[in-house]
């Protein structure tokens, strides 16, 4: 059976820095490409990053492009989002994901498999 599960979120600064992980089972890991989501309280679920299962092409959301560094250890079955000079408006709940394609999509509707979600909050 498929399972995600997200860890490392926390209260953190302004400024500071986090990184999440997603462990995946019941799956090929290394066959498919994993995203990560956000979703603010009151907002719509974002995409924020992905990496592809095909040379690791990765992917960002404008607003944390420069910030944010997505990677994946296939060994480990894992893939981490490094969150560098977090803002305030980078406080929601995280999400990963996989897709039934092997392929990255920025749409929450695209995936069909999804971790429980870990809290980022970035507050003075």
């Known amino acids: 059976q498929v399972q995600l599960v997200e860890s490392g979120g926390g209260l953190v600064q302004p400024g500071g820095s986090l990184r999440l992980s997603c462990v995946a089972s019941?799956?090929?890991?290394?066959?498919?490409?994993i995203g990560w989501f956000r979703q603010a309280p009151g907002k719509v679920r974002e995409g924020v990053s992905c990496?592809?299962?095909?040379?690791?092409?990765?992917y960002y959301v404008d607003s944390v492009k420069g910030r944010f560094t997505i990677s994946r250890d296939n060994a480990k079955n894992t893939v981490y989002l490094q969150m560098n000079s977090l803002k305030p408006e980078d406080t929601g709940i995280y999400y990963c994901a996989r897709r039934r394609q092997i392929s990255c999509s920025g749409f929450p509707t695209q995936y069909y498999y999804w971790g429980q979600g870990t809290q980022v909050t970035v507050s003075s």
């Open positions: 990496i592809t299962s095909t040379y690791n092409s990765v």
């Open positions: 019941g799956f090929t890991f290394d066959y498919y490409s």
